[in-house]
């Protein structure tokens, strides 16, 4: 292998991280669903109906990137699926900023639309990089994501500029809110962005040439092979076994537990800060540093360093950490969500150990079920991210407009230390009877 195409995968890194980054704006939700809910704005949404959207475009998501995205660039490539992913997103957000105040109108564009668009471009970084990347899986996936995570930060914080508490980066600029601009005008300049910076990293999502490897790296074989990837299961091959449902439910809780605070991290600090006697102004910026800077930061830190880590540990004892701490996690944060610094803590540790999901469930599905198949078989595990996507704002809306927040931290909690268990107890699959090797 020469140093130019050593260069080339590095490219497609680039290009990846620059599609997730706007992929990552669906972590952003929470930039809007205060005005949303505001009682004297023009949307006078209910808790709720702010999650019914933001669920609907994860649920979208998942299902696009299942049975779109996985089987379509594997036969055209990644390219031209992401590029389609940044067209639809950003119609979508576009569309979103053109209704008005309509619920169905914005469910439609931000979230049917928005969230087809994620599912078709998500995909594509991990399935290319991992096979550029066999030799670090578990980094490189993690690397591939982590401009999700971290387009959270992005997208919010140019909504109400870059201050992080007592620190100002953008001093006398207080973001396109602070401009003036409506949330149907952010939505409306979000969608173009989308549709441009998507468009220009995918020039660079290509498939590496048949027969290509790293140098000095060989493919597994014999009883190595079904555990490092070199075995390759069909879909149909991979739902048979108990790996798959083991991975399944250990991802769906850790995506219930995440994607319920994305989606109400602001509702709830701003109810537990004020009723602690914090004024509702000041409970608004700390909400929105709380996920615009902890949470979104280390949601994009735990991704590369998760991954990073489980290459050298196991994929196993990784996922049965990572969501064991969550587990714990979870739970204090209820107690402690209503002060500022148990705000931040609270919301960074969750942040890193929810990132942590998006590289170690592709590099354990490329691992039980094949490296070339990663781009058709992680789709269906990702499914679990879409039903996550619909309890966990869902509960948190609902427990948050009765009040009851409790019930909606601590069962979370509670089932994540239960997949932490279970996880414990992830093992290769059995030998197909005429297994392909890689």
């Known amino acids: 292998m020469t140093t130019q195409k050593v260069m080339n995968r590095w490219w497609v890194v680039v290009g990846g991280i620059l599609v997730q980054l706007c992929l990552g704006s669906i972590y952003a939700w929470s930039a809007f669903t205060g005005k949303l809910t505001a009682a004297s704005g023009p949307f006078q949404f209910t808790k709720t109906q702010t999650q019914v959207i933001f669920s609907v475009g994860l649920l979208s998501f998942a299902i696009v990137m299942a049975l779109v995205a996985g089987n379509w660039q594997k036969k055209v490539g990644p390219r031209i699926v992401a590029l389609t992913g940044g067209l639809v997103l950003g119609l979508g957000y576009v569309l979103g900023g053109l209704v008005g105040n309509s619920f169905w109108g914005i469910l ?92 220009l990293g995918s020039i660079v999502l290509v498939n590496p040439p048949d027969g290509w490897k790293p140098e000095g790296w060989s493919p597994p074989s014999g009883a190595t092979a079904s555990s490092t990837g070199g075995v390759e299961f ?38 537990a800060l004020t009723a602690n006697g914090i004024p509702a102004e000041r409970a608004d910026i700390i909400t929105g540093t709380a996920m615009g800077l902890f949470f979104a930061l280390l949601n994009g830190l735990g991704r590369i360093i998760w991954g990073t880590l489980s290459d050298k ?42 990132g942590g999901n998006f590289a170690l469930f592709p590099a354990a599905t490329a691992d039980y079920f094949g490296n070339k198949s990663v781009g058709i078989n992680y789709p269906w595990v990702f499914m679990a991210y879409g039903v996550g996507g619909v309890v966990g704002p869902v509960l948190g809306g609902v427990m948050g407009d009765a009040k009851a927040w409790m019930w909606a931290f601590v069962p979370a909690g509670v089932a994540c230390l239960v997949m932490a268990a279970v996880a414990l107890t992830l093992c290769p699959p059995a030998p197909l009877k005429e297994p392909k090797q890689a």
């Open 313 to 354: 540990m196991g994929r196993k004892a990784a996922i049965a950490t990572m969501t064991g701490l969550q587990g714990l996690m979870m739970i204090v944060f209820y107690f402690i969500g209503g002060r500022e610094l148990g705000l931040y803590f609270g919301a960074a540790i969750i942040g890193f150990n929810f």
């Open 108 to 199: 439609l564009g931000i979230g049917v639309l928005g969230g087809a668009g994620i599912g078709l471009g998500y995909v594509c970084p991990i399935a290319a990089l991992v096979k550029w990347f066999p030799d670090k899986k578990g980094m490189i996936t993690g690397l591939a994501v982590a401009g999700f995570g971290f387009g959270a930060l992005l997208w919010i914080k140019l909504t109400s500029g870059f201050k992080f508490g007592s620190i100002d980066l953008t001093k006398g600029w207080t973001g396109l809110y602070g401009m003036g601009w409506t949330v149907s005008q952010v939505w409306i300049l979000y969608g173009v962005l989308f549709a441009v910076i998507v468009g």
């Open 234 to 271: 069909a879909p149909n091959q991979m739902a048979r076994t108990a790996q798959f449902l083991k991975l399944f439910l250990t991802f769906f809780v850790g995506a219930t537990a995440g994607l319920m605070v994305i989606g109400v991290i602001q509702l709830f600090g701003k109810d």
